[in-house]
């Protein structure tokens, strides 16, 4: 098996893979890469509505008929997730939003202004 092993600095370098290789107790597993990367602040795409926007992480805001968006503009919308508590922050042309969920989006309090002085 030795004479078949290819060294670690002759390995081919990539920028993907399908699959990443671990430890889970005694086992070796495998995992793929956004299972793996999914609890790590990511651009998650395009928002559609900002109360189904749950995810940590940043997400496009591309149109003016966004549903739950304070802004009727483009702008990027960031989320931080802390077990059940969620904080949205809307940054746009005119200045930056945030609401927060206690309950893992199922109320939402309102969008407040928030301002540098």
Do not use: C, H
């Not at 793929?32 to 795409?45: D, I, M």
């Not at 940590?56 to 960031?78: D, M």
């Not at 059940?84 to 940054?91: D, F, S, T, V």
């Amino acid at each position: 098996m030795a004479e078949q092993d290819i060294r670690e600095d002759q390995m081919t370098i990539t920028n993907t893979v399908d699959y990443l290789r671990g430890l889970k107790g005694m086992d070796s597993v495998l995992i793929a890469p956004g299972n793996l990367l999914s609890a790590l602040f990511q651009y998650r795409g395009i928002v559609q509505d900002a109360n189904n926007s749950l995810d940590a992480g940043y997400y496009t805001v591309n149109s003016s008929a966004i549903p739950n968006i304070p802004y009727a503009g483009y702008g990027i919308l960031v989320v931080f997730k802390a077990y059940n508590y969620i904080i949205q922050l809307y940054l746009y042309g005119d200045g930056i939003k945030q609401r927060k969920s206690p309950d893992i989006g199922v109320s939402w309090g309102d969008w407040k202004s928030i301002t540098f002085t």
